[in-house]
């Protein structure tokens, strides 16, 4: 039974472009969650999609925006990317009826 | 405004020894608590949860405790082994909430 998996693993990209990252739910797992880990931090919440609809949203602006599909995988789409953005992207599934969130490896994105 | 505080960044217990780290909250409306625990490269790996409704909660050589009148909650490792050296993060959730607030760590390293 595989586990959240996302793509790609790394990424480099300049100030300005926009970036597409990808994830997979955990097998049977109906919602999809976002966080951004900076360096020596927590991971912050950026939103959660379920039903295809963004449910909840943290203190991110309109820049970061989320798609999820029919088959429950989610993107997370960045533009005009700040070097700020530089961070660890992690997703998260889960069931709508549960607390618990399990977590893929991460993108680890760089902006130069 | 930091709702979830791990006030040790860093701390290292002998081989076979007891680990306690230690989480507060701020926020009287948080209803879930989770410990997840982070190797370099990797996700955040589900540990131990524990319910508002509860004081404790046990499995196998982890043990989370929770004081509600003092914002606090512990997770206790014993005995603990080299495989345990990791980051460790506590997070919580409101109820019927779909994020997950997170401190910033605490790196447990083993002394075998």
């Known amino acids: 039974d595989a586990g959240v998996t996302q793509s790609p693993t790394h990424l480099i990209k300049t100030r300005g472009q926009q970036v597409t990252l990808r994830c997979s739910p955990k097998s049977g797992h109906d919602t999809v969650s976002w966080y951004q880990q900076a360096l020596g931090q927590g991971p912050q919440f950026i939103f959660q999609?379920?039903?295809?609809?963004?449910?909840q949203r943290g203190n991110f602006p309109d820049r970061f925006s989320g798609h999820q599909f029919p088959n429950y995988s989610s993107e997370l789409n960045v533009n005009a990317l700040l070097l700020g953005d530089s961070a660890l992207y992690l997703c998260?599934?889960?069931?709508?009826?549960?607390?618990?969130?399990?977590f893929g490896p991460g993108t680890r994105l760089t902006v130069t | 405004d930091q709702q979830v505080k791990q006030n040790s960044p860093s701390l290292s217990v002998q081989e076979g020894r007891i680990s306690i780290l230690n989480c507060d909250y701020t926020?009287?409306?948080?209803?879930?608590f989770l410990w997840y625990k982070k190797y370099p490269a990797e996700g955040p790996t589900f540990l131990i949860s524990?319910?508002?409704?509860?004081d404790k909660n046990e499995d196998g050589r982890f043990t989370v405790f929770l004081n509600k009148s003092a914002k606090h909650l512990s997770l206790h490792i014993v005995p603990s082994q080299p495989g345990d050296s990791a980051v460790y993060f506590c997070?919580?959730?409101?109820?019927?909430?779909?994020?997950?607030?997170f401190g910033t760590g605490t790196r447990l390293t083993i002394i075998p």
């Open positions: 999609y379920y039903e295809e609809e963004e449910r």
């Open positions: 998260a599934s889960s069931l709508t009826t549960d607390y618990e969130q399990y």
């Open positions: 926020n009287s409306m948080f209803d879930y």
């Open positions: 997070a919580a959730s409101e109820l019927g909430g779909e994020k997950l607030t």
């Open positions: 524990i319910s508002s409704i509860k």
